[in-house]
């Protein structure tokens, strides 16, 4: 890979945002699925000649990096971490998000049409073992489905010394018919937590960071909210997203996308992908979330009125 011998940059948006986080789906092809990301029986899945090789992944981190990435994230299932967590952490793999959003084996698999829990706790055990800190844990929250289950997962993320995300549950993607009489508001949420473990406000980390953090007043654990529904923080939002099949993705709610793939295997440079970022972050004016919040709030919201990118295309 060639190096840019320039000094890293920092790039910024539309509307004066930097690129410094970069999520990366290496497979489209999750053994989940997850009625909020994969509900559907059938999938086409992407040719695995169009997935990007592992060479093409570091290539195009390393230009991202030059333009001022800071941090890059991949999420797991850790349905396969039991086998995976001491090469992982051997290679130098420090910290790990896992999604999970119940402990409980029915609603597990209700929830992922899958029976695989005691494979990821066992997995989450192992990262323990070998030293993987922090384990987060993020849990996406559904009324009527696995609602009551949040005192229990803190409790479980607090016994094990693990940390606990919960999410409202968003409308990505088009397959999930998502409606907001499904979502549990962080107001909701922390209420809940707070009834049993008290809890106070410890901000978030950087303006950027999505989640909001929470202390418990015994000292025991960490907890946070991503509420990007009822409190939207697209003005903080330094995210971009790379697509298994490379494809850069300006939001998690995008309708469209910027194939890199194409160009990088038609013999682009590092300058010519350099410059395509470039110039697609900087037209970026993505703010989905507060215009649905806007939406909502003034009784305009239709669900489904736009398309999106899967949920599963973005890795999550």
Known sequence: MEHPSAPREVLKDALGRPVKDLRISVTDRCNFRCRYCMPLDKYEWIDRHEILTFEEITRLAGLFVALGVEEIRLTTNASLLREKAAVLAAAGLKR??????????DKFQVMTRRNDLANVLEGLLAARQHGLSPIKINSVIERGINDDDILQMVEFSRQNGFWIRFIEYMDVGNSNSWVSERMVSKKEILEKIHSRYPLEEAGRKDMSAPAVNYRFLDGIGNAGVIASVTEPFCRGCTRARLTADGKLVMCLFADQSHD??????????????????????????????EERLEALNSGEYEPGSRRKIEMISLGG
Do not use: F
């Open 96 to 105: 790990i998000n896992v999604s999970l959003d119940t402990i409980n084996a």
């Open 260 to 289: 890199l793939k194409k160009l990088m295997r038609s013999g682009a440079g590092d300058q010519d992908l350099l410059e395509a970022i470039r110039s697609a972050w900087a037209a970026r004016t993505n703010r989905y979330s």
